[in-house]
């Protein structure tokens, strides 16, 4: 069942609808899950829902038709504040929560949510990005958390809690979001006519992960081709690490000039390495595999190929996990490229 049209998360609406009924809504959430599964969109609803003229708000039931409805969905409404990090900055800024240095406290989400409501019930902040806190904008916000003014919600979405800064973390009520199941991600892309091909279908859900911007990725052919291509290289029991570094430099440089695109483009060839090596790992313990369920050739090659054990897949995996994390502290991509194709290969079995 679909709470207004968003799919998968029937319990997080039953729990914030719980808490309207029994007067007890929190006022700091942090909602926690990974990307592309509807945490912004039930957000949204949900500010809707409280701000909603016609229907009380513990029914959870926006009408959609009144002026408040209209506006929220406009994002106009006076009372809803939505941000983000900005498409050319690594972190969320100090001028987005109080304001640049000429307009301190006077602008900003601090001093706006601090206000009485123009229209509505209440103040609705909701803070996109919020993996992207860094120490100095997450300490304007810290008098905020600590003392909520009446009414007032703010909701922080991230995709993990391990990303969030203790100042964050401690003061929020978690909201944890599971991955959409396959057949929910299915009915959503076919229902969009996001996907031309149906034979593909089967394929882009089982490797979308329950995210369907995932999927949506995976729609695309070349991405698909070179999955194929990279599998191929690394079911190779010995491979040349400058070769399979130009080879990924290539895709990733071909996402364009832009460094944020490169950026998502290597977290998501890195994404599929974790897959490949979760797959023999899976290979090597008898277990089906996953993320190349429909490259098993390739795993089953590996794994008759394969000099080491299990240690040295999971070795692969980690290397490869730690090279994220390198790509989110905003390192050179290119030199995040060379080490970690490196490190990969310094994992292989002898």
């Known amino acids: 069942m679909a709470w207004e049209g968003i799919e998968g998360h029937d319990d997080v609406v039953a729990s914030f609808r719980d808490c309207l009924q029994r007067g007890r809504l929190g006022s700091t959430f942090l909602f926690v899950g990974p990307e592309g599964i509807g ?36 994002r106009t409404h006076p009372d809803l504040l939505v941000i983000g990090k900005l498409p050319d900055r690594n972190f969320l800024l100090i001028e987005q929560f ?15 949510i601090a206000m009485k409501p123009a229209r509505g019930r209440r103040k609705i902040a909701i803070v996109d990005d919020a993996d992207y806190f860094n120490a100095d904008s997450a300490n304007c916000l810290l008098k ?13 979405i991230g995709t993990s809690v391990q990303r969030q800064l203790p100042t964050i973390r401690s003061r929020s009520q978690i909201v944890r979001f599971r991955p959409l199941s396959q057949d929910v991600v299915g009915k ?23 995210s369907v ?24 029991p010995a491979w040349n690490s400058v070769l399979l570094a130009r080879f990924v430099t290539e ?6 000039s832009d460094t944020p695109a490169r950026r998502k483009r290597l977290r998501l060839v890195m994404r599929m390495v974790v897959d490949f090596y979760r797959s023999l ?27 080491g054990d299990e240690e040295h897949a999971a ?3 980690e290397s490869t996990l730690e090279g994220l994390r390198f790509v989110d502290a905003n390192a050179n991509v290119a030199t995040i490229i060379d080490g970690w194709i490196d490190q990969l290969a310094n994992c292989q079995p002898a």
Request: hydrophobic share 40%; aromatic share 4%; glycine share 8%.
């Open 251 to 256: 895709f990733v440089e071909s996402a364009g």
């Open 213 to 236: 911007s995932a999927a949506l990725e995976w729609c695309d052919e070349e991405l698909g081709e070179f999955r194929r291509k990279l599998g191929a290289a690394l079911a190779k």
């Open 315 to 317: 070795r692969c995996i």
């Open 39 to 74: 945490k912004r969109m039930l957000a949204i609803k949900l500010a809707e829902a409280l701000l909603c003229e016609r229907h009380e708000e513990d029914q959870l039931t926006p009408c959609g038709q009144c002026p408040a409805c209209q506006q929220v969905h406009a």
């Open 281 to 307: 790992l899976r290979g090597l313990s008898g277990a089906p595999s996953l993320a190349y369920h429909d490259d098993e050739d390739l795993v089953d090659v590996l794994c008759q190929a394969w000099t």
């Open 188 to 210: 959503i892309i076919t229902a969009q006519g996001w996907i031309e091909n149906q034979k593909q279908l089967p394929r882009v859900v089982s490797l979308s992960g329950g």
């Open 98 to 112: 109080i304001g640049n240095d000429n307009q301190r406290m006077r602008e900003g989400l601090c001093p706006w």
């Open 144 to 156: 905020t958390l600590e003392e909520p003014p009446p009414g007032s919600v703010l909701i922080l």
